[in-house]
């Protein structure tokens, strides 16, 4: 599973409200989330518009209830915002590569790391990337942050950052304030 596909299921919303917040906050600009719903689940400008002021739900016959619940720009937007507030990040095991060229891929079990402030930086880049699509730039940021937080909880200064990457993030990652 390749880090954005990973972001995307940890932010899915748990109900349709909640993914309509996330699309309002994905797309800023007046009438910008209107234009967004509008394209992508070809309703008109006013059900977009009940949509978004709460004042009605997506029909739930063909299914676009559901559809807008797992909208994919939302789930990044939610994610984005996960990783941009986290003061700790719990992960469990994930293949890692090192960084230099004769060494072979292994695991490691990193558990619960407090996100330090240059880490913070690291997470906050990874998260813009991760919003822009570009899925492959975030995975290397945010396997950064976490590498080098994940050093210092060893006690190596964020050395292990310069060293490993992460190379699936199939586990279980969670990034909580």
Request: glycine fraction near 10%.
């Amino acid at each position: 599973m390749n880090f954005g596909e990973s972001r995307e299921s940890a932010g899915r919303a748990r109900n349709w409200r909640e993914s309509i917040e996330a699309v309002k906050r994905a797309h800023p600009g007046k009438g910008a989330a209107s234009a967004y719903l509008m394209t992508a689940y070809g309703v008109s400008r006013r059900t977009a518009q009940k949509w978004l002021a709460g004042s009605q739900a997506p029909t739930e016959r063909g299914g676009r209830r559901n559809a807008v619940r797992n909208d994919k720009r939302a789930a990044r937007k939610i994610a984005a915002d996960q990783m941009r507030s986290a003061k700790v990040a719990a992960v469990g095991k994930v293949a890692v590569q090192s960084k230099s060229v004769q060494k072979p891929a292994g695991s490691r079990n990193v558990g619960v790391v407090t996100i330090d402030p240059q880490a913070r930086q690291m997470l906050n880049d990874a998260a813009s990337l991760l919003e822009a699509g570009m899925d492959d730039q975030a995975s290397q940021k945010a396997s950064d942050a976490i590498m080098r937080s994940y050093g210092i909880s060893k006690g190596d200064n964020g050395q292990v950052s310069g060293a490993l990457e992460i190379q699936n993030w199939s586990g279980n990652i969670n990034f909580m304030d």
